[in-house]
């Protein structure tokens, strides 16, 4: 996937791979924050501000799920990418005045240029525009499911709080393992270059997975006995895992469905109200098996394995808090 240079497109394949063969993650370009208070120079407002995603990305998936179990489709619009990615992200529409180009595609590289000209950053999803200052406020999936939580309870569903201040320092916790030997642990060896690296990063994969594991044979969820922003993020690996994770990206030791206590957490926040409607396993596969040709060649398309998300799960076993 390519990125912007200079405020100028390229489709030139752009990773940051270090001297050992290891793929490194870069961090997001946009960092501010929607505030309750506007306090942050950006006011939570209904209409005000917008999200473009795709379904196979887990990063935007994040977002997709705060969105839709704060119930906040009405507050805050979205777009998912549903053309192909021959230069990027690509939507059927614009927005803000900001037309297709001229092949009929949006692209998210415009919506960069329109908020930074001259920038050179990757174009990432989740990003959440502002349509009233005409700017991008943050592509930091981490921050912008933060802003989802809690900044607009006046219009979602203010009952509902998955980074809870007793939780916050264990969720914390749960975060710092999970994100670098799982959430970006994939990507570490799927983009790996060399063997070293390689099994360097799926030693780690399962290393995290087996200490998910012993977590949730003690209690129901990550950071204790409720659902947090801890879970949530963490779904969008596991979900994807055996489906395109265990094949694609070689992290082939075990299935998630091998795990009997992560298979039933999964299958438990997968049949949490709303959540199902926000997994697209055709349109994930599709994602990774069809665009990644520097790992996928031919873009055949895995048909397996059988991962039966709706099947009853048994974490009922475990108590959960009222």
Known sequence: MGQLLDGKWTDEEVRLIDKDGAFQRVESGFRDTVTADGSSGFRAEPGRYHLFVAHNCPWAH????FRRIKK??????????????RHGWGYSAGIDGMAPSEDGVF???QLYQAAKPGVTCRV???TLWDRERKTIVNNESSEIIRMLNSAFDAWGDASLDFYPEALRPEIDRINAIVYPGLNNGVYRAGFAKTQDAYEDAVKRVFET???ME???ARRRYLAGDRITEADWRAFATLVRFDQVYHTHFKCNRKRISDYPNLSNYTRELYQYPGIADTVNVAEI????????AHINPTGIVAIGPEFDLARPHDRDRLPAAA
């Open 214 to 216: 012993e977590i949730l």
């Open 124 to 126: 990432t999803v989740p």
């Open 62 to 65: 994040r977002a997709v799920m």
């Open 107 to 109: 692209y998210l590289y």
């Open 72 to 85: 906040l489709e009405d507050a805050i619009g979205m777009s998912i990418s549903d053309r192909p990615k």
């Open 209 to 211: 997975l087996d200490g």
């Open 285 to 292: 596969k599709a994602g990774y098996f069809g665009n990644m």
